[in-house]
């Protein structure tokens, strides 16, 4: 065996071996005369010394006895650097390289990204001469990581993303980064800029089977989110065993756009779920208990919360809202209870739920007890308190509260603003409520809501209308939320004409399909003018079921009216409706005794016992 082949096999050796052993080897070949001088050998030794932080002084030695360097070598000792922390040192070296190679970019940007320096990763991203796919993807992929999404996307819009991605290499065209931007479209609710990612890659043919396990996650999140939900299920079906990461950014794709269309095909996937034990999963659960709720799904989400088997407190906080929503506040207790080490979110949820459910006075004496054990509060708890204070029309107790507010710095949150509005206007102290919405910097939708809706519970329906055509030139457009305000606003001022305008525009001019509540307004609209039989007339065309508020309305107005054949009529119709709600009952068996007909009178309290529907009373149990 001669002494070429010796130091050539030494060599070889060196890429696959520890710097440890590397060294032991260098110094074997140091003693025996044959120094291996050749570049390519040089290099060899750099790359095995670079890849451990130990031998960065032996990396950099090496370095400086070489006589010939090329990019290979420099990019060597940059990755030493960044390996052994000095990430400074990488950069001079990086500036001081003569020439540079798409390797060296890649290097010191994806370097600066690990150390979490990513303005200037971002800064040398912009500068590098011809961007490519790994250094843009590592940039993106650091900035949706760490929630910085509007940065990604000034990023995008900097190096030209959206540009004409003929070249196959370019990162336009690159499945890693295209998956981590239809991500990030979903994140900040971009759903357009998302759709033309996801036509991008369907006009090049772009294959997804090589991107990692967090590109595809978010890219079936993105495309959940953005309402494209066979494309979603078409990506998580082409795992054989989806991981639990899969299932949850599915289904929590799904909760963010709320498909609640595609309640069949959610309700197999619920059972592949169980099948495969994914919903053991407390993440997975957690997402799914959060998708039926958005989607009003209540008695689902109750179901997969009792199908699980461990509980953590993100899903007890989710399960103290869903038992509110149902009014099933005594379950909401008993989860609240079920917790160990209560969260902020654990007590606002419950704050919230006791308000919303008629028990105002119990969710202050929570919020006090909040702040009597030190809790440290947050604009949601000063805004749920606040809340409770108008349910029952506190003053007193909303102005301490605010003034908790402004010593924790919160009196100027929009949230904070909007329930001390909604609280000065509801005990019709609306002098207060617009002094504090015009003392407010740019007012959010929210804002504008709450004055609106203010100005409509009091009657005032000609400011109302006005505020709602200064709020459309300010550019806030109007929401599902604002055309409640207007409507009630009509109600209440006996708009009739316009309110019924305003129900056909809302959904002609600014793509707000009606609700049950905007239903139920116009209802109200109606009764209110005395016109009953349109009242009738335009529940039954409803498309969907009506509720029993809107029947309970129109009994209300047969009541005040005296109509004796109408309220007979909806009698005869509540037998066959069976409905559950209590307030219905109450208010045809009040008004049939008022007509005089004792006998109906007594068969509708008759039919509550018979159907077990009670009218619940409220009580206390805040503990002291």
């Known amino acids: 065996m001669n002494a070429a082949v010796d130091v050539h096999g030494c060599i070889q050796l060196l890429r696959s071996c520890s710097a440890a052993v590397g060294q032991q080897m260098h110094q074997l070949l140091l003693k025996s005369g044959h120094v291996p001088y050749s570049l390519p050998s040089s290099n060899t030794?750099?790359?095995?010394?670079?890849?451990?932080?130990?031998?960065r002084r032996d990396a950099h030695r090496l370095f400086d006895e070489m006589s010939v360097k090329n990019c290979f070598t420099y990019n060597s000792l940059i990755t030493a650097y960044f390996n052994s922390g000095e990430h400074h040192a990488a950069l001079q070296l990086f500036r001081a390289m003569p020439e540079r190679n798409v390797f060296s970019w890649n290097t010191v940007i994806t370097g600066m990204v690990s150390t979490g320096d990513l303005d200037m990763a971002r800064s040398l991203l912009v500068e590098m001469p011809v961007k490519g796919a790994v250094a843009c993807n590592a940039v993106l992929h650091r900035y949706v990581r760490c929630g910085r999404v509007d940065e990604a996307f000034a990023l995008l819009r900097t190096i030209g993303l959206q540009c004409n991605g003929a070249d196959p290499s370019s990162p336009c065209n690159d499945p890693f980064v295209l998956a981590t931007v239809v991500g990030a479209c979903a994140d900040r609710m971009r759903y357009d800029f998302g759709r033309q990612i996801h036509a991008r890659m369907v006009v090049s043919k772009i294959e997804l089977d090589t991107v990692d396990e967090f590109s595809l996650s978010s890219l079936i999140h993105g495309y959940a989110s953005c309402g494209q939900l066979h494309e979603a299920v078409h990506l998580f079906d082409k795992e054989e065993?989806?991981?639990?990461?899969l299932w949850n950014s599915l289904i929590s794709g799904c909760a963010f756009a709320c498909c609640g269309d595609n309640a069949f095909a959610l309700f197999q996937m619920h059972g592949c779920g169980l099948k495969s034990g994914a919903f053991n999963d407390i993440i997975a659960a957690s997402a799914l208990i959060d998708f039926y709720s958005k989607c009003g799904l209540w008695e689902d989400a109750c179901r997969t919360f009792s199908?699980?088997?461990i509980h953590d407190t993100v899903v007890l906080n989710s399960m103290i809202t869903v038992y509110s929503n149902c009014g099933q506040i005594e379950e909401a207790r008993r989860v609240?209870?079920?917790?160990?080490?209560?969260?902020?979110i654990s007590w606002n949820s419950m704050v919230v739920g006791l308000s919303q459910n008629g028990h105002a006075t119990e969710a202050l004496g929570l919020f006090c007890k909040m702040h009597r054990i030190g809790l440290r509060l947050d604009k949601f708890a000063i805004a749920s308190a606040l809340s409770a204070s108008s349910s029952i029309c506190s003053i007193s107790s909303g102005e301490q509260i605010f003034s908790v507010a402004t010593v924790l710095g919160l009196q100027s949150d929009h949230a904070v603003a909007a329930s001390l509005i909604d609280l000065y206007c509801k005990c019709g102290n609306l002098a207060n409520g617009c002094r504090i919405f015009y003392e407010v910097d740019k007012p959010d939708e929210v804002l504008w809501n709450s004055m609106l809706i203010g100005y409509a519970s009091n009657g005032y329906g000609h400011e109302a209308l006005e505020l709602l055509e200064l709020m459309k030139s300010k550019g806030i457009k109007p929401s599902e939320r604002t055309f409640i305000g207007v409507l009630s606003a009509c109600c209440h001022s006996g708009f009739v004409k316009e309110g019924l305008t305003w129900f056909h525009r809302m959904q002609k001019d600014f793509n707000v399909?009606?609700?049950?509540?905007h239903y139920a307004c116009v209802t109200n609209l109606l009764?209110?003018?005395?016109?009953l039989d349109e009242a009738v007339e335009f529940i039954e065309n409803m498309p969907f079921k009506a509720d029993a508020v809107s029947w309970t309305t129109v009994v209300g107005g047969c009541k005040a009216q005296?109509?004796?054949a109408l309220m007979q009529k909806l009698a005869k119709k509540l037998t066959d409706m069976e409905s559950t709600h209590p307030s219905l009952y109450v208010q045809l068996s009040s008004g049939l005794a008022a007509q005089g007909d004792w006998v109906k009178s007594a068969e509708m309290r008759s039919m509550m016992r018979e159907r077990r529907i009670t009218k619940n009373p409220g009580y206390s149990w805040i503990d002291s």
């Open 45 to 55: 030794l750099l790359l095995m010394y670079a890849r451990s932080p130990l031998h």
């Open 241 to 245: 065993n989806p991981s639990i990461v």
């Open 513 to 517: 399909s009606p609700s049950a509540e």
């Open 562 to 564: 005296g109509n004796e």
């Open 336 to 344: 609240f209870d079920m917790i160990g080490s209560k969260s902020v």
């Open 527 to 531: 009764v209110r003018a005395g016109r």
């Open 307 to 309: 199908e699980l088997r």
